[in-house]
């Protein structure tokens, strides 16, 4: 199985790329979140500049960001300073809409949003709509400006049947955040495949998680402070994400255990905020995909470390991504928090 990094923009975050690529990882990434991280594409054109293999990913944006035009416009600059390499994730905004305080788009919108950037990418010429204002638009001056012939990557983000059907209509490949489960991604496969007009035309499959590999010497607890702070900002995201949306009519708190709400009750009390304040948003995304805070430890709980993220000794951790690769994953994202150059040299030496 190959192996990526997702990191969050900011300054340096080139040297992080350079690093990446040397070790031989696949891809480099960074999150698309406005408001609470930098923003992707003026830190991916530094990656861009600095980098000369490895492949560099949005993952991911959303339609509730951006217009297509100035989406395609970003990724096709992206494209001419690294001709080739670039990968356009997809996604409805469920975590950069909800950071905002607003809900995700849904995924007809999502799909609409993934043909035009598809188009506009390739030089083609799209309906570009504003209320009833409908107009022909493409890019009027490529050039040096914009790179239109080296192919993109797409790839949507998927966590369930309807997303998958969107990666197969429009022929992209799938990421897909937390999902350590191969059945479903069986049933992700199932469900692109059986949307898609070819079934057989080539893409991958990214799966994000998080990897603390245990120290056998010190026989390690699979769930102390050292694999909880690995792998807390995945759960609290999670977390974060069941607070947020713990008073909607199918909450998604309802599918947790009791120890797992009761945690999602307690990150509500401990940051000051409700279910339904309307401003919670403000209270339960900051510090959102970094590394937690030490008081919050015991928020990290054993069976969601175990649904998340990938624990254990390197011998385990083999097996279960054997695993993963037999139910048709193509490539390991891990998003590092701790020590991001030595958690990457972990990766790739575990891959290799």
């Known amino acids: 199985m190959r192996a990526g990094v997702v990191v969050t923009a900011s300054p340096g975050v080139e040297d992080l790329a350079v690093q990446a690529e040397e070790l031989?990882?696949?891809?480099?990434?960074?999150?698309?979140t406005p408001m609470v991280h930098g923003d992707p594409f003026i830190a991916l054109g530094l990656c861009a500049k600095a980098t000369s293999r490895i492949k560099l990913g949005i993952g991911v944006t959303s339609p509730a960001l951006r217009s297509a035009p100035a989406a395609a416009s970003a990724f096709a600059s992206l494209n001419?300073?690294?001709?080739?390499?670039?990968?356009?994730?997809?996604?409805?905004?469920n975590t950069a809409r909800r950071t905002l305080g607003m809900r995700p788009t849904t995924a007809a919108t999502m799909e609409n949003f993934t043909a035009a950037l598809q188009d506009l990418c390739?030089?083609?010429?799209?309906?570009?709509?504003e209320g009833d204002r409908v107009r022909d638009v493409r890019f009027l001056h490529t050039g040096a400006h914009v790179n239109t012939s080296d192919p993109i990557e797409f790839v949507?983000?998927?966590?369930?049947?309807k997303a998958a059907a969107v990666a197969g209509r429009r022929g992209t490949g799938l990421i897909s955040f937390g999902l350590l489960d191969p059945t479903a991604w069986q049933a992700l496969h199932d469900a692109r495949r059986h949307a898609a007009h070819d079934p057989d035309s080539p893409t991958d499959s990214y799966l994000v998680t998080a990897l603390h590999i245990l120290d056998e010497d010190e026989?390690?607890?699979?769930h102390g402070d050292a694999a909880r702070d690995a792998?807390?900002?995945?759960?609290?995201?999670?977390?974060?994400?069941?607070?947020?949306?713990a008073a909607d009519a199918r909450a998604f708190a309802e599918q947790l255990g009791p120890e797992e709400r009761e945690a999602v009750r307690r990150l509500l009390d401990r940051r000051g905020t409700t279910a339904t304040a309307p401003d919670?948003?403000?209270k339960l995304y900051p510090n959102y995909l970094e590394r937690i805070a030490p008081e919050d430890r015991d928020l990290i709980l054993p069976s969601l470390m175990n649904t998340l993220a990938l624990v254990g000794t390197h011998d385990d951790l083999r097996a279960r991504i054997t695993t993963l690769e037999q139910a048709g994953i193509d490539e390991l994202l891990i998003q590092p928090v701790i020590d991001p150059p030595s958690e990457m040299a972990q990766l790739a030496k575990l891959l290799t």
Request: charged share 15%; aromatic share 6%.
């Open 80 to 93: 001419a300073l690294a001709p080739g390499r670039i990968i356009c994730g997809i996604g409805t905004g």
């Open 24 to 32: 031989g990882l696949h891809s480099f990434w960074l999150n698309d």
């Open 122 to 129: 390739a030089g083609r010429t799209i309906e570009y709509r």
């Open 156 to 161: 949507v983000a998927a966590l369930g049947p």
């Open 219 to 222: 026989n390690e607890d699979p």
């Open 231 to 245: 792998t807390g900002h995945l759960v609290l995201s999670l977390l974060a994400f069941a607070a947020d949306t």
């Open 280 to 282: 919670r948003h403000t």
